[in-house]
């Protein structure tokens, strides 16, 4: 019952075991707590705090497209589950199944969302009349649950904080339009907020969603050399239309289906930032995500006009940036440790000395490289070097993806990558589901995405020689 | 399936049938819409906007008081919900049991949330060890599931959206003032920023919340007469402690128990605010509410130079409120209808005419009235106006709310008071809770709250006449 409170202490290192370091490293950073409900995990402060973060840029983001937010039921009838074939098969083996409302068995068994396109689609179908009512653009905020036997904080959890955006089109144009669109949304907040570059291309049909024309994704590294699937949407032509007959009357007064999308990021993401940036002392935060930005801890804190001076530094600084004082009663060196496993990207140190000599050091989260400053140079430095953190986190991050991804001409090279590296591989892929299976079973990697920046590495199948028809990323995959 | 697109037809007056013009204006306001699944609705653009302003700054107020947010699993394991026993008794009738994940039956059932205290206890069971860890001031937003047998839009629905504070802390005189604090900050917001009045008490034992030690409210009146709970704020002592074993070590080595508190608002606010603000013509929101302050309607848009003057004009004033341009090809007639419905609270009329004379015409939700304003004076006149008509929905809500409330020293009185008035009844009560039943059972009339001002109207109780206790707001309540 009794919590470890030693934050301080080793974590595993990320070379010695990487799956017990990203543990290590969510339970320290008190990013979340395991629960009574298998599966389940509490978000606690410092980890809530950044999805309020990724939230509030996303959602600014979405709203400057034109999208606005709205609430569904968290409850599906079975009957509306099922009118989608395809769909209903994807998920009905991972959904939850709520039998008994208070006292009393339901009519109809109704399952927890697992995702909100049947419930968007029974909705739609009432309020598409004509031409006039189009676009629907719509998204919300929620928690869906997927029966997960395996779980992961973040990666893979029973149920999972995301958003799910939900669009209604008159033409298939437009709706391919908004597919994209939303998949660069995503990518430049992946690569401009979280400091994490993303390959962006289109899932073959066998990966793709459950019901869906096509699937766009964007796909990170992490630092062991595996994919992070980081971001979806997908274009559902009028399969859904037809299915809930969702038609509008067009201007010529003739009646169309609808063409539909949808596009969803989780706290996952949260899971994606560890793994891109964090290290063998814990968290490394970008700072535009990062909850806390500089936290300024006062040195000999008990003398005179020590702790005053932090607190001047605070209110200065907390005009530009997210700022706090540690003055609690440990000693520096833990506070140094806490606020490195926390990943709060800039420390400032100032005590007697510091004061005497009118400045303070600065400490860099990401390169540990310590900066002398002047008090009253202090509030431009830190704003730039806040701006210099995120740039360089995210060139890390680029420089990392690309020494990591490797061109796989035939199956030897694939199966010797595998063996020796880590990483993405390009190669040549025929197009069958056959060989994109037999390639799992023997490697464990998958199709990543059909990259839009195709390249022609070869005009054969890695796997079975015949003529290739697309470049493919592969990897083993979260 | 068509939808009615008619905002501007007549909706039912409040006189004639006040249930049915609620039901008119939350459908034709388009805040919210019925759905497949029974008891639950969607939170339509309109709808959702309003909780987005009413998150937003309550989040606000909560984290100026130290409130950190988490997010805890929707599901409570029925062994885990059975753990406080008047708790237990009190929801288990009303919550959404899970028995299946996917394909297989669960070993032990799991509930949809109603509530989350038993998840918290179970979080600070682990996370409490000493008194440094204290207080734990941690908040959700989240939606919760009460089973209800008959519904209505924002008041009760079987699933709904809120916010649920949960606090431990070292003493029982620590806990009574956070449970005091938050219902001071739910009161403050809701005349502040919702411009709706209420009263402040204590909830009489019958009424209080499943497990609570005390409960507190905030009681509103609406136009009808009848009251409406909008918000609670419960202290636990040491009852859920002890249930959950969770103890600190105090600073001089002893094991304690914490104590505790609870709080929430939901969106039963937005019904709040409809039936304050509310006329025969639709929505009234309050400036501060309001997603759009300010609608600007062009009259004979086709004319050269009039799009471009709203245009302009929402340029200027989107520095200082939020203002959109309806420059929709309907006629001026039907947007102002639909401004009207939707409760805008500031429209501004601008056509040929005006450009010339170089002025507009503002024209008032709450009173209708109209005012010209030359364009020059037009943004610090509508920043003065949004001001004023706060101020004056908050003055108007609160003298009808002092009209009907009214004293009753007996039975007589209060049984007349009843038949032929509506509102708050301020009578003296035994403290008996047999008392309090034969009352509701006869008329209907439930205790609302034992308010902290305190009048002596008589010495003896207005219902069986023995020696009174305490001063009680009767109503009818929704």
Sequence with gaps: MAKDKKLVEQITSMEEDFAQWYTDVVLKA???????????????????????????????????????????????????????????????????????????????????????????????????????????????????????????????????????????????EEAEERTIQMLNVYADFCEQVLAMPVIKGRKTDKEKFAGAEATYTIEALMHDGKALQSGTSHNFGDGFARAFNIQYTDSDNKLQYVHQTSWGMSTRLIGGIIMVHGDDSGLVLPPRIAPVQVMIVPIMQKKEGVLEKADELMKTLSKSCRVKVDASDKNPGYKFAEQEMRGIPLRVEVGPKDIEAGQAVVVRRDTREKITVAFEELEAKIAELLETIQNDMLERARKHRNDNTHVAKDWNEFTDILEKKQGFIKAMWCGEESCEIAIKEETGATTRCMPFDQEEISNVCVHCGKPAKKMVYFGKAY
């Design 30 to 172: 008190e990013l979340i707590d395991y629960t009574s409900v298998k599966g389940c995990m509490v978000l606690k402060p410092a980890g809530y705090a950044i999805w309020e973060n990724i939230q509030r840029q996303l959602d600014d983001r979405f709203k400057e497209t034109g999208v606005e937010n709205v609430y569904l039921p968290m409850f599906i009838p079975e009957s509306l589950l099922q009118k989608e074939k395809d769909h209903v098969e994807g998920f009905a083996p991972e959904v939850a199944w709520v039998t008994h409302g208070g006292l009393n068995p339901l009519q109809e068994r109704i399952c927890v969302r697992p995702t909100s396109e049947t419930l968007f689609c029974d909705f739609y179908s009432k309020e598409v009349e004509s031409y006039r009512d189009l676009p629907k653009v719509y998204n919300q905020w929620c928690s869906v649950v997927r029966w997960e036997k395996e779980t992961r904080p973040f990666l893979r959890s029973r149920e999972f904080l995301w958003q799910e955006g939900h669009t209604a089109h008159a033409t298939a």
